[in-house]
């Protein structure tokens, strides 16, 4: 069972993310299960999201605290005590940035893509979680990109539609494909 | 049978029965407003109705299980709760395409106080709903506690007079303001005393689409201190002294008054009446109080422009309702 | 076919395939979804039913009350202070035999204020006479819901289907929804016995004296109690229909030899069979899931606990100065069997605090390592974290 955990701030489309991934995996077949934790979520407050992916139903309806990845949202939540705990050994990050890296934080490796920048050229708004989703979904091979396109087509329409799937292959064209593949082999997927 | 001429109102009742939607042998108290109130409203709106009744004496006194005296079908909930009962069955006809009528009937307690915040949503989401307040100004079926309703300086046993107090402190709460800010397609005040306009109000609501209000003064006679066979003598004088105003209401709008032509003063209706007891003392707060309620009076009438007006019989002593501005005639 | 839902939507679309007539909705975290959900479909024209966006929760149940005895099918879906603030007009409603379903979308009560997942809310009217369901997943929601339309028109009897707020209400995962061939042949259109006609006018909720008003408790309790029956046929009715069980009135999990028992409500479940099965080292346990609690299958659950040594009864609120709610009810239930189980009586994940892997191994070495019955605990309670008067 691969578990993920999603941080950003009320506002950013957190939960959707997680939504978002979670309907790509059920699009292509496996089990799949989201949910937000639940904190205050009021604009700009630290709120975090949890997704699994298993090839058989899924049971546990706890919260995810040792997550094979994270995916951050904003790159100041990088400092929020929390955010980092439980990361598995070979665990990595992907973090929204202005400036695209590659990166160690201890043993794990964190890339930063520039998610939200891209989002304001795609959507016009400063929401990174399709990029972010994009980009991860290349890196790790999870399941074709079209399966996020076909799961974006479930909750939006028309340009905004259109936006976001010219978004999600920018997106993807900014990593490495498959560069985590083998983790997320290794965690469970 | 005896045989009556034509012309006898015997005869001309046989010939013409009237809907009785509420039977006799109910258990009101002797000369009691509210019951006879109830079978005014129900005989003019005919059997083509379905009632939700809030808790209180109505209730109580009509439906003593296994017996009813209802021959419409009717429905008690709770106290707070009847404008939203009443919408509920509405919405309900509105999906069966069926065209009964629902009356919401409550006490004071129902419409003014706990019922409140239910009448003021079924209001603002527009229900066909007929909403009947039965005013007795008190809690009584719990033994005449005070409301939102209850005159100034009214005794209640939880507004008593005594040394440090005139009897209930706070104005009776102005619900014809609240309901004209709802801008409802119709609102009247009636009166027992006024039968014919009584139900000419109740017909003019049945046939409204969408909200209706009606606040029917109904004294109480054990509550109030009065003989039951005073009752209708009671309540006339609450409407001759512009203490009780009759009127009509379109979309917050006044359109219609029952006219006075000669205000009584305050004093002739509250002396009647054991509540108002302490008001004819020697006390000067009574001489305070008195003078009090006699310019809440003045002020109704000039609020509702109560006086009648010219030499048009009907526009200067109360019968019936008279059009008073507005653009539609009621 | 599976599709990805949030269970909350999944409700919304359930509800709509029973064909209400008339939806009443006031808003209240976690419950909001469900009602967005309908509204959504009304407005799309893919339901239709009168939305009557009421003032209050106490107005909502009072006009799914008030249409349910003006012969519509009604629902209304509401949570922790809602379910409170309606608690007057549930009762009635039970009282007045009307049948109607709604959703509680578990969640604490205040104060102080917490909008996270118990049971609390629920248990607070469990002497509403209202039969309560409580769901140990969303699909389970899903199948209950439908069923729950049949059961209270069946027995005259309102249905609480308890769905625990956020933990379902707000996961997203794999759902199958029946189609709408499927729900409306299981459930025949809505009729009410001692409806409002003004052709067969009949007053409903009269004043009942003391020399009457026993007997109609009585009815009302035994009517709750045959209701059992209805609630067993009525998910094997389904199943035969869809495929999926809800296990009926109780449903016995994980090792049926193991001379430990874990009773449970609701969806805690999945995640101790999960920490069971992660750690073979830990004594086994029998799991018996409760899915009827209103009516309370006594003789179900004495036969799901022959042979324990052991139960657990692991619930979601507690009663103040007393302890558990479903403990105690879970003892006298009990009581007279030959060899009664000690029963070990803990609360967790009040206020929605998560419930974690290792709960499991919390619970089994807690009652293993102790010699009779504990007084009753919130197992997961951080007494470090209060000044010690208060421990």
């Not at chain 1, 929020?80 to 705990?85: C, D, E, K």
């Not at chain 3, 209240?28 to 966006?53: F, R, W, Y």
């Not at chain 3, 799991?287 to 799901?304: G, H, V, W």
Request: charged share 20%; aromatic share 6%.
């Amino acid at each position: 069972m691969l578990e993920i955990r999603i941080h950003g701030r009320g506002g950013q489309g957190n939960v959707v993310a997680a939504y978002l991934l979670a309907a790509a995996a059920i699009d292509g077949g496996r089990y799949a299960q989201a949910f937000p934790s639940f904190g205050a979520e009021r604009r700009g407050a630290p709120v975090a999201a949890f997704v699994r992916i298993d090839a058989q139903p899924i049971r546990r309806r706890c919260q995810v605290r040792e997550p094979a990845f994270l995916i951050v949202q904003d790159p100041a939540l990088m400092a929020v005590p929390g955010t980092l705990s439980g990361l598995q050994p070979q665990g990595t990050i992907l973090v929204d940035g202005a400036v695209a890296s590659t990166n160690d934080s201890g043993d794990n490796e964190v890339i930063t893509m520039p998610a939200t920048q891209l989002a304001m050229e795609h959507i016009g708004r400063p929401v990174p979680n399709t990029a972010l989703l994009a980009a991860f979904i290349t890196l790790t091979q999870l399941m074709p990109l079209s399966a996020l396109l076909d799961a974006l087509a479930e909750r939006f329409k028309g340009p905004v539609l259109e936006n976001n799937q010219r978004l999600v292959e920018a997106a993807a064209a900014t990593v490495e494909a498959g560069r985590w593949q083998e983790v997320a082999h290794g965690a469970g997927a | 049978m005896n045989e009556q001429p034509l012309h006898s109102l015997e005869a001309l009742r046989a010939r013409q029965p009237r809907f009785r939607g509420l039977e006799s042998g109910h258990r009101a108290c002797q000369g009691c407003g509210e019951a006879l109130a109830a079978r005014l409203t129900t005989e003019a709106a005919g059997p083509d109705v379905m009632i939700a009744n809030a808790t209180g004496c109505l209730e109580v006194f009509t439906t003593p299980w296994p017996q009813s005296a209802w021959r419409l079908p009717w429905i008690h909930s709770v106290f707070g709760n009847v404008a939203a009962l009443a919408a509920g069955m509405e919405a309900a006809q509105k999906q069966q395409g069926r065209s009964t009528k629902v009356l919401a009937f409550a006490g004071d307690g129902g419409t003014f106080d706990i019922g409140f915040q239910a009448l003021s949503g079924m209001m603002e989401r527009g229900h066909d709903v007929l909403f009947v307040c039965y005013d007795n100004e008190a809690y009584m079926n719990t033994g005449v506690q005070r409301s939102g309703s209850t005159p100034h300086a009214a005794m209640t046993t939880t507004s008593p007079p005594g040394k440090a107090r005139m009897g209930k402190r706070h104005m009776k709460k102005d619900i014809l303001s609240i309901i004209a800010a709802h801008h409802i397609p119709y609102a009247a005040t009636a009166s027992v005393a006024y039968p014919s306009d009584l139900r000419k109000k109740v017909r003019r609501a049945m046939a409204t689409e969408g909200p209706s209000f009606l606040q029917i003064h109904s004294p109480c006679p054990l509550g109030w201190g009065h003989d039951g066979a005073r009752t209708i003598e009671v309540a006339r004088l609450a409407v001759q002294t512009g203490l009780f105003p009759v009127i009509e209401m379109e979309r917050g709008e006044l359109i219609g008054t029952l006219p006075i032509r000669t205000a009584k003063p305050v004093s002739e209706y509250l002396k009647l009446q054991n509540r108002f007891r302490h008001l004819f003392g020697a006390d000067h707060r009574a001489r305070d109080e008195l003078e009090h309620l006699q310019a809440l009076a003045n002020r109704n009438i000039d609020r509702y422009d109560l006086r009648g007006v010219g030499p048009e019989k009907y526009d200067t002593e109360g019968a019936d309702t008279v059009h008073r501005g507005g653009d539609r005639w009621a | 076919m599976a599709l990805a839902l949030e269970g909350s939507l999944a409700l919304a679309r359930t509800i709509a395939l029973c064909r209400p007539q008339v939806v009443a909705a006031y808003p209240i975290t976690p419950q909001t979804h469900i009602v967005e959900g309908i509204a959504k479909l009304v407005a799309d024209g893919q339901l239709n039913c009168e939305m009557v966006s009421v003032e209050s929760e106490h107005s909502a149940a009072s006009v799914a009350l008030g249409a349910a005895v003006a012969g519509s099918r009604a629902y209304t879906a509401s949570a922790s202070q809602g379910i409170l603030l309606m608690a007057e007009v549930l009762f009635d409603i039970a009282g007045l035999r009307v049948p109607l379903v709604m959703t509680c979308a578990n969640r604490a009560l205040s104060g102080p204020l917490n909008i996270w997942n118990d049971q609390q809310d629920s248990m607070a009217v469990r002497d509403a006479g209202w039969i309560q369901l409580y769901c140990a997943t969303n699909q389970e929601a899903i199948d209950t819901t439908v069923q729950a339309f049949r059961i209270a028109e069946r027995c005259e009897l309102p249905v609480m289907v308890c769905v625990d707020g956020f933990t379902l209400t707000h996961t997203l995962e794999p759902l199958e929804l029946p189609s709408a061939d499927e729900v409306d042949g299981f459930l025949p259109a809505y009729v009410f016995r001692h409806g409002l006609n003004p052709s067969d006018p009949r007053s409903l909720g009269t004043l009942v004296a003391p020399e009457h008003f026993s007997e109609v408790r009585h009815a009302h309790h035994q009517a709750l109690l045959r209701s059992m029956t209805e609630i067993e046929q009525a998910d094997a009715d389904w199943a035969a229909v869809v495929g999926r069980h809800c296990g009926g009135l109780l449903e016995v999990r994980g090792d049926p030899d193991a001379r430990l028992g874990i009773l449970t409500l609701g969806s805690v479940l999945g995640t101790l069979e999960d920490a069971m099965d992660m750690n073979p080292d830990l004594p086994r346990a029998r799991f018996i899931k409760l899915r009827s609690f209103r009516p309370f299958p006594t003789e179900a659950l004495r036969e799901a606990c022959a042979g324990l040594d052991v139960l657990i009864v692991l619930e979601r609120a507690i009663s103040p100065g007393g302890g558990g709610i479903v403990g105690p009810e879970v003892q006298m239930a009990l009581a007279n069997l030959e060899n009664p189980p000690r029963v070990h009586n803990f609360a967790a994940g009040l206020g929605g605090r998560d419930l974690s892997l290792d709960l499991y191994e919390r619970l089994v070495t807690t009652v293993t390592q102790a010699a009779s019955s504990q007084p009753f605990s919130i197992i997961d309670v951080d007494t470090t974290l209060l000044p010690e008067a208060d421990r």
